[in-house]
């Protein structure tokens, strides 16, 4: 078992089904993971840490992601309807203007 199988808002093993979002600053190659509940909870994150980042100067690209756990590996998750975490956030945004 790898530190990765360890879910740390919890401190056990990943279970089938844990949604995590990703993100990556800077295209550095190193992803920092946020351990959530729901994909509305994904949202909320990733909107909070798009917006602080948007305030350091430091960083100029990032990339975000939700993955869900499945046969003992991290992927990509998508809704019924097939669209990622973030086809979903710009569905909602198109659907607020």
């Not at 740390?8 to 279970?15: N, Q, S």
């Not at 993971?33 to 994909?39: G, K, L, T």
């Not at 909070?48 to 990509?76: K, S």
């Amino acid at each position: 078992m790898t530190n990765s199988n360890i879910n740390p808002r919890t401190g056990k093993e990943v279970a089938e089904g844990e949604l995590r979002v990703y993100c990556m600053i800077n295209f550095s190659g190193h992803m920092h993971h946020h351990y959530v509940e729901s994909p509305d909870e994904a949202i909320r994150v990733i909107n909070y840490e798009a917006n602080r980042q948007l305030e350091a100067e430091n960083i100029q690209d990032n990339v975000f992601g939700l993955e869900v756990f499945e046969d003992g590996e991290w992927t990509e998750w998508y809704n019924d309807m097939g669209d990622s975490i973030i086809n979903v956030l710009d569905e909602m945004e198109e659907e607020a203007e």
